[in-house]
């Protein structure tokens, strides 16, 4: 294969894990159009993520990336294309039926509740009631178990630096909000877990523990999403990268056979990749 | 130096605490603490200034004063919990009272239906204003400033703008304005249905995650929909359930005024809003508490029975809840400041 100077070779698969790209994909988007009035946010996007990846999206200011998730997540629904989870096409029409389907965002305004503790806000609107006539007919809520649970998903993901799970959300900081945003997406996702701009925020310390988050996930078998703008962070994690351009998808590429610079080209639309991506 | 001198952060965070510090503190903690303070330095004060205050008697009459304002207020809590606020509660309970009433009376329907349709009235006036805020999308201030108009209007047509006495109402419709005595202190069973309302509205708002959802969409509505809270159904359930409450305290109302009088209550909507606002819960939505609400409905009742007992003007009394409300306010905010 040639190429010229304004064009990159294709990237493929990331070596030695072809297997996983031969199963079907786990999410599949065809086509996703989207417009705010005369605004064009999608223009006819394609995805696939595929079962135990971490698939980073990258892509300029207004390329689309956080409009692409959430037309993939329930928080937008798509003026037409075609959404599909394990070869079934489905409809997200509210953030609640992507989660029943096993897609847990987290989203960049990380939707916590700054007056609840932390506990209401890694279970809320999937509250666990108390056992028996109190839960049953009283419908109270069991506020210890909860309280004891949260603390136990904050503790797998090794986050340190929250103690008390009945603080308030508003007295964290910016790292530990996103802490608990991230906790609460791995507590319930099931299959897929999306996150957008998880370390935007964040200092050193704190993005290598949310990184850390990010491969413990892959390596529990779940599909992650990972939308940044820090291309280290994400030639770190990610096993494909899909990116983003001007509301459609410029390509595909693996941190293996391209590297930063040729991803940013791609991304500004300095080069252009050879073919497009299979 | 020593070795165990530590950061200056630390040395500062270890500081010895004015005892001014330490209350605001303890404010900041229980936002409720500061309204009962208030009640009990107003108890303290009128008890001092006027012999008569503190009675058995005289504390009867204030409860079931305060039954018809504090019965509003929760309906009010709950809409400010959202963010919201609710212009309309004292036109739904005086429409639902001269329906009930004129029902009873000229079409001859037995207490019974004539309280359950009234009651029903209100809970769709509610509905309506929750409808119009959630699907038609209008700010809460105009659907209910719109909705005043138009109920008060209803009401004045419907009745054709004459009271109906107590005594040609059947006993039902009265029921809440009897009671029973202790000790000379007595008490109605308008009080009842109140306490037995703020429990059960109480219990729900922090037990249930119903109530959790009504502080969720109150303080960010946005991240409440996106964590899968259904934000829509919950602000018109707020509504419809407000207008449940104003449908009962028309009954109260009833028993308390002995007569359906289309132009009662006047104040019924700014006593209702003060009594949340000075019971610690933010116009901003999303934080306070019910037993706030209780207390600041207290408070602004005993301001003005105290004062009448002193035998000050009514407008004057009108001039002590407005600075009332300016000042409970300020000391909020003074105590949202803590320091931690």
């Known amino acids: ?278 | 130096m020593t070795a165990d001198v530590t950061s200056a952060a630390a040395e500062f965070a270890r500081r010895q605490q004015s005892p001014v510090q330490r209350l605001q503190h303890q404010l900041h903690g229980k936002p409720w603490l500061s309204p009962l303070f208030l009640l009990i330095a107003a108890f303290i004060t009128f008890f001092i200034a006027t012999p008569t205050f503190l009675t058995a008697n005289s504390m009867g009459i204030l409860l079931q004063q305060t039954a018809v304002v504090a019965a509003l207020a929760i309906g009010q809590t709950l809409v400010i919990l959202t963010a919201g606020i609710d212009l309309s509660v004292g036109a739904i309970m005086v429409l639902s009272m001269m329906v009930m009433a004129t029902l009873a009376k000229d079409d001859g329907m037995p207490g019974i239906l004539a309280l359950l349709i009234g009651v029903l009235l209100a809970v769709a006036a509610g509905f309506l204003n929750g409808w119009l805020v959630t699907r038609i999308n209008l700010p809460p201030f105009i659907v209910t400033l719109g909705t005043l108009s138009i109920f008060t209007a209803i009401a004045l047509l419907y009745s054709g703008g004459s009271s109906i006495q107590a005594d040609h109402l059947p006993g039902l419709l009265n029921f809440l304005g009897e009671g029973f005595g202790i000790a000379g202190f007595r008490v109605t069973w308008g009080i009842v249905v109140v306490i037995l309302m703020y429990a059960v509205m109480g219990f729900v708002l922090s037990q249930t995650a119903w109530g959790r959802y009504v502080y969720a969409v109150g303080d960010d509505p946005e991240s409440a929909r996106l964590s899968g809270v259904p934000s829509k159904r919950i602000l018109l359930a707020v509504y419809t359930v407000a207008g449940l409450i104003y449908g009962i305290a028309a009954w109260i109302l009833i028993g308390r005024a002995g007569a359906a009088t289309p132009n009662a209550a006047p104040d019924a909507n700014l006593a209702s809003i003060t009594a949340v606002v000075i019971g610690g819960t933010s116009l901003f939505g999303g934080r306070g508490r019910l037993i706030g609400t209780l207390i600041g409905a207290l408070i602004v009742q005993t301001f003005a029975f105290g004062l009448s007992q002193m035998g000050v003007d009514q407008q004057w009394r009108v001039l002590a809840t407005g600075i009332l409300v300016i000042v409970a306010v300020a000391i909020d905010q003074w105590i949202r400041k803590v320091k931690s």
């Not at chain 1, 999306?194 to 390596?219: C, F, H, I, W, Y």
Request: aromatic share 4%; proline share 4%.
């Open chain 1, 1 to 278: 294969m040639t190429t010229t100077d304004l064009e990159v070779a294709h990237g493929g698969v990331p070596a030695g894990k072809e297997h996983v790209y031969d199963q079907e994909p786990v999410l599949s988007a065809r086509n996703l159009v989207i417009t705010f009035g005369r605004v064009v946010g999608l223009d006819g996007v394609n995805l696939d993520l595929y079962p135990g990846e971490v698939l980073a999206v990258i892509g300029d200011n207004g390329a689309g990336k956080s409009t692409l998730i959430k037309c993939l997540t329930g928080a937008y629904v798509p003026d037409s294309g075609t959404v599909t989870m394990n070869g079934e096409p489905v409809s997200f029409k509210k953030p609640q039926d992507a989660r029943d389907a096993g897609i847990e965002t987290v989203y960049q305004q990380l939707a916590v509740i700054p007056a609840l503790d932390i506990a209401s806000n890694l279970y809320l609107a999937r509250e666990d009631r108390r056992k028996g006539p109190l839960g049953s007919v009283l419908r109270m809520l069991d506020k210890k178990g909860m309280e004891k649970r949260a603390g136990e998903s904050v503790q797998n993901l090794g986050i340190q630096t929250i103690q008390n799970m009945g603080q308030a959300v508003e007295t964290l900081s910016g790292g530990q909000r996103q802490a608990v945003a991230v906790a609460r997406a791995a507590a319930f996702g099931s299959k897929v877990v999306v996150l957008d701009e998880p370390t935007a925020a964040l200092g050193v310390k704190e993005s290598g523990m949310v990184l850390n988050m990010v491969k413990q996930l892959r390596d529990k078998g779940l599909s992650v999403i990972l939308i940044s703008h820090n291309m280290p962070h994400v030639w770190e994690v990610a096993d494909r990268i899909h990116i983003q351009r001007l509301g459609g998808r410029a390509g595909v590429i693996t941190p293996e056979t391209h590297d930063m610079g040729e991803g940013v080209a791609i991304m500004t639309g300095a080069k252009k990749l050879s073919e497009d991506a299979p």
